[in-house]
T-cell receptor, first 110, second 116 residues
């Protein structure tokens, strides 16, 4: 079983719609959680960290459920520029090593 | 701030040759650098972690004699793919961390290696 699992998609969503991605992780030692976005043939870029209380950054909302070891990302009012692969990432306490999920590919359709 | 560069961005080499990829932190000192490999439509897989002035720590299944990592200064780490084969063709990405309590990693733009 992969340590971080995501639905690979692809998700094809009309512009303006709301889309949600989920991610589960198996390592209970994971303490920090992130969503990264990666454009085709580019490096991953940090989208947002994910906190237990949930956090919002503009159109993006991230949630963490430690009991279920589950992370989500919600994108509201999707834009064409949101088309990318979204990577769920975990990090253990006191360890800088990041563990990446396989990513969920999103395409926003005009 | 927190800019990481990689060179070259793209390289094509013949089977059996060696290729060196450089990763530089341009505006901060990176005590730790990480090397990842990404195959098409796959996720990033950590290959090794390198700390300045010490030997790299390789992940399970990564051959240390094939993927030589040198982290000689606080701003430069190099990955050398020795005796490259077509199956080594991949996207190699480095990241750097200051390691001072903030575990954020800053990623380089990646190097696309094609071995013919």
């Amino acid at each position: 079983r992969k340590e971080v699992e995501q639905d690979p998609g692809p998700f094809n969503v009309p512009e303006g719609a709301t889309v949600a991605f989920n991610c589960t992780y198996s390592n209970s030692a994971s303490q920090s959680f992130f969503w990264y976005r990666q454009d085709c043939r580019k490096e991953p870029k940090l989208l947002m960290s994910v906190y237990s209380s949930g956090n919002e950054d503009g159109r993006f909302t991230a949630q963490l459920n430690r009991a279920s070891q589950y992370i989500s990302l919600l994108i509201r009012d999707s834009k064409l520029s949101d088309s990318a692969t979204y990577l769920c990432v975990t990090q253990n306490f006191g360890n800088e090593k990041l563990t990446f999920g396989t990513g969920t590919r999103l395409t926003i359709i005009p | 701030g927190a800019v990481v560069s990689q060179h070259p961005s793209r390289v094509i080499c013949k089977s059996g040759t060696s290729v060196k990829i450089e990763c530089r932190s341009l505006d901060f000192q990176a005590t730790t650098m990480f090397w990842y490999r990404q195959f098409p439509k796959k996720s990033l897989m950590l290959m090794a972690t390198s700390n300045e002035g010490s030997k790299a720590t390789y992940e399970q299944g990564v051959e240390k004699d094939k993927f030589l990592i040198n982290h000689a200064s606080l701003t430069l780490s190099t990955l050398t793919v020795t005796s490259a084969h077509p199956e080594d063709s991949s996207f190699y990405i480095c990241s750097a961390s200051t390691g001072t309590g903030n575990y954020e990693q800053y990623f380089g733009p990646g190097t696309r290696l094609t071995v013919t």
